[in-house]
Each structure stands twice: as C-alpha cells, then as structure tokens.
C-alpha cells in the first residue's frame, strides 16, 4: 500500500474522529446549557413560591393564647381555635369583678387586687383580639397557598425544606388546636414558633443558594 494511500486513510480517520469528538462535545454543551436553564427556571419558580410562602409564615402569631392569659387569675383554657369561649369566660370574670369591687366597705388590699385584675382582663382581651386575627388571617392566606402552589412547592423544593414544614405546621397545630404554649414567648431561642420559622425560613434560602 502506497504512502500516499496509508495517508490519506489515517486523514480520514482523524477527521471522522475529529467531527465525532466535535459533535459529542457540542451535545455536552447543549446539554449542559439545557441543565443551566432548567435550573435557572426551577431556582425562579422556587423563588417565588418561597417568597409568598415567607410572607404567610410571618403572619402567624409568634404567642399561643393560652400563652397571653397566664397573667389571668383562673384563666380560661383556650384549644380547638375557640377564641370565642376565652372572650365570653373573660366577659363574665370581668362583669364578677365588677360587681364585687362595687360592695360597700370592701377590703382596701383585695380593692387593688381586684383593679389588678380588671386591668389584666383588658389587657388579655386587646392582645387576644390580635392575636385571632392574625392566627385566621395566616390559616386563610396558607389555605390558598395550599390550593394554588403546594404542588409546585412539593415538585421542586428539597426534601429538608419540606421537611420543615411539616415541622411547622405541628408547631402550629400544637399552639392552636391543642392549646401548648410556645414556651418564652419573647425569647427568640426558647419560643417554638420563632425557631421553626427560623429553620425554615434559613432551609428555603440554602436550596435557591442565598446561604
């Protein structure tokens, strides 16, 4: 076989070669540009489902009901979201208070602790009444999240996040259909809701790679 004819055999070769190489490297590519924009796309659908998601999670009182009437002498106990049983039980204490520091000659001492009393009613209902709104308004804004971007939520975010969320939503069961307190309520290390928020909150940003 003449050299020439060996030559040109080997050329041949080494451009089939050549364009398959090419042409592999060129898939990789798409398909790494392909990979890049899926990602891109899933970090920004992600990103605002967790945004909107945040926004509910905030709305939840950081205080259990039960939590605001420890102050109260013979509270009611509050569970199943009946805030409406707590007010009417703080109504009658109230309109009983009323009527014993009304008796004539009654002890000056038990006067003022009557007036303590009064007072921490007052305080307890006002608090409360902030309280049931901001708890309904959170239940009613995550119903709708449930309904419109849990899907995506449960198709995309990571298992930690999802798992965080369930731990959530027990804290937030436990504090308003079963009545626990979150512990200190203004301490952001000892309060439940505050910490599981937190967790969440930190396991969202680490999965679109804020953190």
Known sequence: MSSELVGAIIGG?????????TQRG???????EWRQKEYQAK???LTEVYKSLISIINLFP???????????????NYCLENYDAVFS????????????ISIPN???ER??????????????????????NSYQKAVKEYTSFIDSDKIVFDLYASRNVRSWLVRFEIIIHNVFISGYS???PDDPLENTIKIYRRELINAMRKDIGII
């Open 26 to 32: 060129s898939r990789k590519v798409k398909e790494s």
């Open 62 to 76: 950081d205080e259990s009901p039960n939590d605001i009437l420890r102050n109260i002498e013979y509270a009611p």
């Open 111 to 132: 006067k003022n602790s009557i007036r303590t009393e009064i007072s921490n009613i007052n305080y307890a209902k006002e608090k409360l009444a902030v309280n049931k």
């Open 13 to 21: 070769i080494i451009g089939v070669l050549g364009t398959i190489i």
């Open 182 to 184: 979150v512990g200190d």
């Open 106 to 108: 009654i002890d000056y």
């Open 89 to 100: 039980i703080l109504d009658i204490k109230f309109k009983d208070y009323e009527t014993q």
């Open 43 to 45: 970090r920004e659908t």
